[in-house]
């Protein structure tokens, strides 16, 4: 089932949203109470898109949130966390993470999203995760075994927990240094999420060096 504010983005569409220069705490995003603790290297900052293959607005965000990845510079650090919020959403992000351990994300994390978004494929079953994936060099039981491995299962006991730590109840969410997030309902839009996280990428480096 979709959480609230997934389904309150349709209400909102993909209109730019005018903004200031300087977004506003409350407003365009939200301040955690408590940082949570970054996993990059000294020096880098940290940008986290956490969301569900089986949300299309996730799916929507995909375009120009990868336009704006292939522009950052060299100080930040992307990456993706897939929410872990029912039994469903859990089984695509052990696909996720699998994909990871066996080497083949950054081709399948396309196609993957494509097979449910427009093919209507539920992909959540580890037969089905594992047929798909020998398409791409790696055979059914390999699959299997990266499915069932000890090192997906902690990696989705971490998801969980930083979803947690986030205060999440929905996605697609950009949470940046740990300490601030963005959502479609502050954001005005999906298209703005990524400029919003740009100027809060710009926040953190002034602070950085005051």
């Excluded at 408590?34 to 000294?42: L, R, Y």
């Excluded at 081709?107 to 791409?136: C, E, P, W």
């Excluded at 740990?178 to 703005?192: D, F, H, I, M």
């Amino acid at each position: 089932m979709l959480k609230p504010w997934i389904a309150a983005v349709a209400g909102l569409g993909l209109s730019s949203l005018v903004m200031a220069a300087s977004p506003v705490a409350g407003k365009e995003y939200k301040v955690l109470d408590t940082s949570v603790e970054t996993s990059v290297d000294e020096g880098q900052i940290e940008v986290i898109e956490v969301f569900w293959y089986g949300c299309p607005y996730c799916y929507k965000l995909e375009e120009p949130l990868n336009a704006w990845v292939d522009e950052l510079p060299d100080d930040v650090t992307f990456q993706r966390l897939p929410a872990t919020m029912s039994d469903t959403w859990t089984a695509h992000a052990r696909a996720f993470y699998a994909a990871q351990q066996l080497g083949i994300l950054d081709q399948v994390h396309s196609d993957f999203f494509d097979a449910i978004q427009q093919q209507g494929q539920r992909l959540t079953d580890t037969d089905d995760i594992a047929a798909f994936f020998s398409d791409y060099a790696v055979s059914e039981a390999d699959a299997k075994e990266a499915l069932s491995s000890f090192g997906v299962k902690s990696q989705i006991n971490q998801a969980y927990a930083k979803m947690r730590a986030y205060e999440l109840m929905g996605v697609p969410a950009l949470v940046v240094d740990g300490q601030y997030v963005v959502t479609p309902r502050t954001a005005g839009s999906l298209e703005e999420m990524p400029q919003i996280a740009g100027a809060l990428i710009d926040k953190v480096r002034q602070e950085r060096s005051e």
